[in-house]
């Protein structure tokens, strides 16, 4: 499915000649600001508003949250990494950082525990 999304966005940006703007630099920079752009949206909610939007903010997030996936797809495959592999060893790091008997029901970081 990720591989599917990549191939696509690799044509996408081959049919605009826009290769030559997709370097990591560029694509990364740009995820960051499609994510300031989903975090606009909750900015000025409280947690309750956060969890329940309205049918325009749930269509802003969603699309927003498709913006965020679609540039860090391309930055993966612009590097030749595995989002997937990525985040599952990512996990491992964070099970290793915050065991769960240590950290259950904090939001301490892992800095922050006495060894």
């Not at 044509?11 to 989903?38: C, D, G, Y």
């Not at 900015?43 to 997030?61: A, G, K, N």
């Not at 993966?76 to 065991?99: F, G, H, S, V, W």
Request: aromatic share 8%; with cysteine.
């Amino acid at each position: 499915m990720i591989q599917d999304i990549a191939e696509e966005l690799r044509e996408f940006s081959a049919e605009r000649e826009w290769e030559q703007f997709h370097t990591p630099k560029n694509v990364s920079m740009a995820l960051s600001v499609e994510a300031s752009e989903l975090l606009e949206i909750f900015q000025w909610l409280t947690p309750e508003e956060s969890e329940h939007l309205s049918s325009e903010q749930y269509i802003r997030v969603a699309e927003e949250i498709g913006d965020v996936a679609n540039y860090l797809i391309r930055l993966c495959d612009l590097l030749d990494l595995d989002l997937e592999e990525c985040a599952r060893k990512k996990i491992d790091i964070n099970r290793a950082k915050y065991p769960a008997e240590k950290v259950r029901g904090s939001s301490k970081k892992y800095t922050d525990y006495d060894e």
